[in-house]
């Protein structure tokens, strides 16, 4: 059964919600959250804060590590979100010990994660104040800082950062998405509220819901033993089951990023609303495993779930953004570790 006119009307409204960047209340969790645990910040979830900071001459903020495992090594300034902190003050925090800067971020960059139990969250910042950390402020956080053109020889604590500068860099030069920061609204656990699209043959596009107690967007909590961005798969698993195996799911990229963490243990959860494509597998085989090029579908697969169903998009505006968004996605990317 088809959502009623005003039902439809309402998940739509939902999605222009999302997509302009407001966010909404995590009020319940539809797939995975028997399996999951209240994040606790510290205990069975550690978030990573990491600041990219150019100045005029495109020179990176690199800070010399203080710590025995890496002593000398340079770094970009980062370090792990304490409790009841905002990710935005840990950011800063971190920038000001490490550095000795103040600084505002500008956008979330990327997010990188190995399981809801570490996710680190990379930033572009500016600087606002404050002055160079020198060796004679050296400390427990860092021994000093200097700005890096990225051409001088220098002794990396890891070269993982490289990737990091370079996203950075692209958007400092070209901004390739929106300005994207935080959202402050609680939530309990590690969640993924997913805009799961799947397009047609003839560009129609719709849109899966979950229709009780309202219709609204699937949330998924993440799983330990999987990456965050997993929970997609399971929504798709658990409402198109038969279909599965012969499409992939994609995810496009993270459309906002919710947070609060005011309230330890209540509140350390993040919800990540991402953009995801289902797109048919149309490399598939035959009875005699050759490979066969199966044409474009019209519609997307049936539901055999009565939780779920497909919503087709009638509103021109938000249908035309849709559209761009899964062929050319202006969205921040989250990258698994696993």
Wanted: with cysteine.
């Amino acid at each position: 059964m088809e959502l009623t006119a005003k039902e439809r009307q309402q998940v739509e409204q939902q999605v222009e919600q999302l997509l302009s960047g407001q966010g909404s209340e995590v009020s319940l969790c539809d797939v995975g959250l028997e399996l999951s645990k209240p994040a606790v910040l510290r205990k069975n979830v550690t978030y990573i804060v990491c600041g990219v900071v150019f100045n005029d001459q495109e020179e990176v903020l690199m800070v010399q590590e203080a710590k025995q495992d890496c002593y000398k090594q340079w770094y970009l300034p980062a370090g792990r979100v304490e409790v009841g902190e905002s990710l935005e003050e840990a950011l800063r925090r971190e920038v000001k010990e490490e550095a000795g800067f103040d600084c505002q971020p500008i956008t979330l960059l990327l997010i990188q994660e190995q399981g809801p139990q570490w996710i680190r969250f990379v930033f572009l910042a500016r600087i606002t104040g404050g002055s160079m950390k020198t060796l004679t402020a050296a400390d427990q956080e860092s021994l000093q800082a200097s700005w890096w053109d990225r051409q001088a020889s220098l002794p990396l604590r890891g070269r993982d950062i490289l990737r990091l500068i370079e996203h950075g860099l692209r958007y400092h030069r070209n901004p390739w998405h929106p300005v994207t920061l935080p959202l402050d609204m609680s939530c309990r656990h590690v969640v993924q509220r997913i805009l799961l699209v799947f397009v047609g043959a003839d560009k129609q596009i719709w849109v899966l819901v979950v229709r009780a107690p309202a219709p609204h967007l699937p949330t998924a909590a993440a799983l330990r033993t999987h990456a965050v961005t997993w929970a997609s798969n399971m929504v798709v698993q658990e409402a198109l089951p038969s279909s599965y195996y012969d499409h992939d799911v994609n995810t496009l990229g993270l459309i906002s990023l919710q947070h609060n963490g005011r309230q330890h243990g209540k509140t350390d959860g993040v919800c990540l609303n991402t953009l995801v494509a289902l797109v048919p597998d149309r490399a598939q085989r035959d009875e005699d495993g050759l490979q066969v090029e199966w044409p474009a579908a019209v519609t997307p697969p049936p539901v055999e779930n009565t939780r779920y169903v497909w919503m087709e998009v009638q509103e021109p505006a938000l249908k035309e953004r849709l559209l761009q968004e899964t062929q050319n996605p202006s969205l921040f990317p989250i990258q698994s570790l696993y």
